[in-house]
């Protein structure tokens, strides 16, 4: 946007939300000071933007910044849908993590849709162990990388095609694996959520079942928090994303001695 176009869109407020609605939308996330400067406005200016459009439904407000409207309820949306959007993230995100998988490893993979992107991309692995509540795996998993594919049973949300109930098997106390592939809602200084409490519930099973916690998400659940919260930073050891967080929860990465993986990483890359 050129200054003089900035300055037509400073002077007309309708016109100035509907394209900062767009320019969020477009980019999955935008900060305070990202929005300020493309539109040639103050911060002030684009607070009070982003409370208007909050209040409509047409964005949500995170920390700092915004992210498209209904992003907070992503997680109970139809699967098929979730499946598309921010496609290429996943997909990045996808292959990072299944770099850091080893043969021969017992994997807990979760119901989100960005780890079936890692799923997917297992084909290069061979004697994996999987035990999941994600519906779709079984389906999506390459097959020349199994050695067991375990499903786990409890009630079924249908519009997320996973299962809900405890992480164990008839007869046996529980399960051990050596990773958990772990996707959330939202990753903030607070720690990780989900929109779905018996789900942040299984999620905290799934991390206690496993000896490394792999976290899988895309720049959007950035300085989200859903309703549930599942556990604070530091129980988890790495953090994948197919951008780099921002400052201060890069900060709060940081103090959690969270390893961060993505293609953005010249060792990822």
Not at 6 to 15: D, F, H, I, V
Not at 46 to 51: S, Y
Not at 73 to 80: F, G, I, Q, R
Not at 195 to 219: F, W
Request: aromatic share 2%; net charge negative.
């Amino acid at each position: 946007m050129t200054s003089a176009e900035g300055t037509r869109a400073a002077n007309l407020p309708a016109r100035r939300r509907a394209d900062l609605t767009a320019f969020i939308q477009q980019r999955g996330q935008a900060t305070i000071g990202e929005l300020a400067k493309e539109f040639a406005v103050s911060v002030d200016t684009v607070r009070r933007d982003l409370d208007h459009l909050a209040a409509r439904g047409l964005v949500a407000r995170t920390h700092g910044g915004a992210v498209p409207g209904g992003e907070l309820a992503t997680a109970d949306s139809p699967v098929a849908d979730r499946m598309n959007e921010r496609r290429e993230a996943k997909e990045a995100i996808g292959a990072a993590a299944a770099r850091l998988v080893r043969d021969d490893e017992t994997l807990l993979v979760n119901g989100g849709t960005t780890v079936l992107s890692a799923v997917a991309a297992l084909g290069g692995h061979r004697g994996l162990t999987i035990v999941t509540n994600n519906l779709r795996v079984p389906g999506m998993v390459p097959v020349q990388a199994l050695r067991d594919l375990f499903v786990l049973g409890g009630g079924c949300r249908t519009t997320a095609l996973v299962t809900i109930g405890p992480i164990r098997f008839p007869d046996t106390a529980g399960v051990s694996a050596d990773t958990a592939l772990i996707a959330v809602g939202g990753v903030s200084a607070s720690g990780l959520s989900v929109s779905n409490i018996p789900e942040a519930q299984m999620i905290q099973e799934m991390m206690e079942s496993a000896s490394r916690v792999v976290v899988l998400a895309d720049s959007a659940k950035f300085e989200r928090r859903a309703l549930a919260l599942i556990c604070p930073l530091s129980r988890i050891d790495v953090l994948v994303s197919e951008r780099p967080p921002g400052d201060e929860l890069a900060r709060a990465l940081e103090r959690a001695e969270v390893a961060l993986a993505g293609p953005y990483l010249p060792e990822d890359g």
